[in-house]
Structures are given as C-alpha cells and as structure tokens.
C-alpha cells in the first residue's frame, strides 16, 4: 500500500493509498509519481458530483479509494468477453469503449470519458458480453468491487450516485439504439459530438468547446453505423457547414448552437443536475451554411 497526503481544492486534507494488483498482467506502464496526486479522487468526484450532490463524508470516503493506476496504449483489451472481473475501471485520461468484435465491423456499443466507470455493472453482475478497449492511449485506475460496495454500504448519497451512473449508461444505450435506428447519417455525427462535449464539460473539460479527438473516422463509421467514405464525408460537410474543425487529433465546435440544432440534442437522458451552467459558456455561433442532400443518406 502506498499512501499519499494531498490538500485539495477544498483545503480538506485526505490521505488515501492505492495498491499495485501484482497478479494483474502490466501492458501499460505504471504512473506511480507521474500521476498527479488525487487524480482519480478528482476525476471521480467531479462525475459524480455532475449527477447528486455530495457531502464532506462523501468526498472523505471517496478520498480514501485504492486503485492500481496504468498507461495503456491504444486498442488495449481492459474486460474480455466472458471474464469475470473483480474490480472496476475508472477512467482518467483518454476515451474507452465496449465493442462487439464478433460483428463484422467491430461495432462500438458505447464511449465513455473521463471520470467515467463502464464496468461498474460488474459489481452486481461480474458477466461480460463485450469487450471493453481503449479508443486511443488513456490512463485508467482499477478499483476494487468491494471498494464500492462498502461506500454504498455507508453512504446513501453515493449509493444513489453508482445507481446513477448505471441509469445514465441505460439512458445512453437507448439513445444509441435511436442515432442507429432513426436518425440519418450526419444527424448521427453531430448528435455523438454533442454528447461527448457535454459530458467532456460535465467533469471540467473541453472548456472551450475543443477535444481531443475520440476515434479515428474509421472509429466514427463504426460508431454511427455508417461506411468510412461516408463518415470522411460527413467530417467534411460540418467543416463546410463551419459547424467543427477537425485538425489531426483535436475537434473543435466553432458553432455550437448550430451543431446542437442539427443534432436535435436533447440532453435530459445523460441526468446532468445542471446542463444549462455545463453550456453557459457556448463556443462562437456562426451562420450555418446549406447541409447537402447526399450527406443526409444513410
């Protein structure tokens, strides 16, 4: 156990540890020092604290949380199929993923960002169906099952939290069904990029509307069901519509309230306790130019 003091932004001082999972094979290298202390405290803190409101003995169990924190590269297997995992992922850097790999086209199921925990379902139910990936290089702390089982246990308020957070991963899957099933292909586009610079906001980041990009468009195509020509297309036509730049690595939403609208964005189904301040600060609205009829095809 190696335990680390740190004062947060809160001038609580918290001592907390986290363990190295020596029977956990290490395909990424270990951040050790190199983590920022409380990283995943805060990143935690910050998702749930987007959802429920929480106490000083809330944040004081959450400080003490252990964790085993990794580097991993891209396409890195976390949860495979038919494993029975446990402990948890908490995401602290990057982008995951669950992916069906037997599918023909690897189809992507769900994105999850920072502070995020995809697997907390594996508490209750240690089943796999999928396979759980990094979209590109992210740092993830594992916590163990019984971690957040005693917090449920003591705290009712952060019990409440974890059960939100598996109401908004449902809400999330069927509105994933919706974007494949009624939308057409740019709608699709746009509507993920609105949900993932929501939720990228809802825990401190991508405060000006820029991020770092989530997948490659071949990773898109597979995400919004559509081929990798048609999604290079669709990039295109919000580049045109001056609605997003796309530079390499990085998107950014020149217009958000164009891109919203496009989307039909609802953001009610991610339970955010208060979107509007999450949007206060919009990006730069500009005239959105005519969208193409041969984008809007499936």
Known sequence: ??????????????????????????????????????????????????????????????????????HLGPRHHLVHRDCQPGHCHLLLQGYLCWRDLESPDGQITSIYVPGDVPDL???????????????????????????????????????????????????????????????????????????????????????????????????LATACGISAVHANRIVQELRRSNLLQWHSKTITVTDWNGLVRLASFDPDYLRLRDYDSIEQQSAPTVAMDRIGADTLMT
């Not at 987007?50 to 106490?55: A, C, D």
């Not at 598996?166 to 809400?171: G, P, Q, R, V």
């Open 1 to 70: 156990m190696i335990f680390i003091t740190s004062r947060f932004a809160t001038d609580s001082l918290f001592t907390f540890g986290y363990h190295r999972l020596s029977s956990q094979p290490r395909a990424g290298a270990e951040c050790g020092n190199h983590m920022q202390t409380g990283f995943s405290f805060s990143k935690l803190v910050d998702r749930l604290a987007s959802i429920v409101e929480l106490s000083p003995d809330d944040l004081d169990l959450l400080a003490r949380m252990p964790s085993s924190i990794s």
């Open 121 to 219: 379902h594996t508490i209750y139910d240690g089943r796999v169906d999928r396979e759980l990936l990094t979209l590109g290089p992210a740092v993830v702390a594992s916590v163990s099952h019984r971690y957040f089982r005693e917090i449920s246990a003591l705290s009712s308020s952060l019990s409440r939290a974890l059960l939100h957070l598996l109401l908004t991963d449902a809400s999330c899957l069927r509105n994933w069904i919706v974007n494949l099933g009624s939308r057409d292909a740019l709608t699709r586009v746009a509507h993920l990029l609105c949900e993932i610079t929501i939720r990228l906001r809802a825990v401190g980041l991508a405060k000006d509307f820029r991020i770092p990009s989530p997948f490659t468009q071949s990773d």
